[in-house]
């Protein structure tokens, strides 16, 4: 049986989807980016996504993908597929914390949940509703297309051993993890990825935060900042947006709607495992190559950190309804979630690493 065969067969058994006919022509998807092309992980892992979406339509969506500053810029992408110039972007929805600071959540928020987490709250925990919701404010709809894990403190040019180190500083860390940085006196600015090596050797900035070791190593900040902070309080977790023309969107057959979901679905579980399977190589490589010196927050850091959040989440609370119900809604979930993930996954693992030594 040909696989168009096959598909139609299981969509008599779904019943509710269908594949295209023959004479059915493509639809065009027009993907915009906010990572260069060829950008290592995240850019690597959009194209990826583009070229999966193409394979899996056979033929019935014309894919068409453009790496930031192809079509527009970096940070460009959300008014391009929100006014229908285009038809979907990927990227961090915190990035647009300046049209709604609601949008934080659906990327990653200060002392918030990991990756496995944010995973459930938004596929099994009424997320995705919230998503769509906020999105739905602005002509989009968004689905996960890729995940990090736990994001790296950063890359610093000098060592940060108090609260008082980060007055004057000047720090790349968008979303609410830079208005933490503010509070504690820091100036923070938001720069898309292919913007920040350039910023930080030339000192207009004098740190960055970017991923984790297996992107960073290949983004050469080391040649700037040699001290790199392990997990930082900015971003836990969550995941990345393929924000799509909420319009277009609707205008798809329930089979096209589930190959883009199938797709997504699938490279935000590629990019996390990824991450996971490289970061622990590129680590001991910036360090044996490069010479970095990897660091920890001490204690009086993270409670400066936890007291300037609070601050933040308050302030983000204030800004709508909407704003209060998805912190309302993610706070809760996140209380029951990692409650449960430190009694069981915690214990585990911090165990397991005393009794094998890895700690």
Known sequence: MD????????????GALATPSVAQSAKTLTIVSTWPRDFPG??????????????????????????????????????????????????????????????????????????????????????????????GEFGLKALMCGATGTQAGGWFN????????????????P??????????GASTVSLPGGQ?????????????????PYNDFFMKFYEAAKFYYTGGMHEPGGGLAFGMNASWWGSLSNWEKAIIEAACNEEHAAQF???????????????DEQGVQVRAF????????????????????????????????????LREIGGMMAAFEGTFVNQRNRVLGLI
């Open 42 to 135: 995240l850019g690597v892992s959009a194209q990826r996504l583009a070229a999966r979406i193409a394979q899996m339509s056979d033929g019935a969506l014309n894919v068409e993908y453009f790496a930031a500053g192809e079509r527009v810029g970096a940070f460009d992408v959300f008014d391009e597929v929100a006014s229908g110039n285009s038809q979907a972007y990927v990227a961090a929805d915190y990035y647009w914390v300046g049209k709604h600071p609601g949008f934080a959540y659906f990327t990653s928020v200060p002392f918030g949940m990991t990756t496995v987490e944010w995973n459930a709250w938004i596929k099994f925990a009424d997320g995705q509703a919230l998503w769509d919701e906020i999105s």
């Open 298 to 333: 001490n204690d009086d850091i993270w409670d400066s950190f936890g007291e300037a959040s609070a601050e933040v989440f308050e302030e983000t609370r204030d800004h709508s309804p909407l704003a209060a119900g998805i912190d309302d809604a993610f706070q809760g979930k």
């Open 196 to 212: 920040i090596y350039e910023n930080l050797v030339s000192g207009a900035i004098d740190a960055t935060e970017w991923v984790g």
């Open 175 to 184: 979303g609410l993890g830079g208005q933490v940085l503010s509070k504690l």
């Open 158 to 173: 000098k060592e940060i051993e108090s609260p008082d180190d980060f007055k004057g500083l000047k720090m790349r860390m």
């Open 273 to 287: 495992e990824e991450a996971v399977a490289n970061n622990g190589t590129y680590l001991k490589r910036l360090v």
């Open 3 to 14: 696989r168009r065969k096959f598909l139609g067969a299981a969509a008599v058994g779904a």
